[in-house]
């Protein structure tokens, strides 16, 4: 995995999104929909694929992932979670505005990392794309 750098220039209100890419990825709580605690945390490369929030983005999603939803965080709540926001041109199937989400502020796959994660999941909303 590259070593990877917060970009400062994101502003602490950017939106980010994911895709919600499995039914599974979505849970009911108390009758409320919510994003299941580990949509944020990536056991393969330790990197979560997310979007810079716009229309251009989100058209070419929507190309990509006709009638999916996505999970919304800003980069003070990805900071505050202990995870840097970088930027990623070369990934994302070429679709603009992609992003890597690293916790750094925890062991990969300690307990830590996993509460750190799923205190991002819980401060998410989840929107049509």
Avoid at 94 to 107: D, N, S
């Amino acid at each position: 995995m590259p070593e990877r750098e917060h970009d400062e220039t994101l502003a602490e209100d950017a939106r980010l999104i994911r895709v919600l890419v499995r039914e599974d990825w979505i849970v009911s709580k108390g009758g409320q929909e919510t994003v299941a605690s580990f949509v944020f945390l990536d056991g393969r490369t330790h990197e979560v694929s997310c979007y810079l929030d716009s229309p251009q983005t989100r058209g070419s999603l929507r190309d990509k992932f006709p009638g999916m939803r996505v999970a919304v965080v800003t980069v003070r709540a990805a900071r505050a979670s202990g995870h840097i926001v970088a930027r990623d041109e070369d990934g994302g199937a070429g679709i603009p505005g992609h992003v890597v989400l690293v916790q750094v502020e925890a062991r990969l796959e300690s307990k830590e990392h996993k509460r750190k994660t799923r205190e991002l999941a819980s401060t998410s909303t989840i929107e049509p794309l």
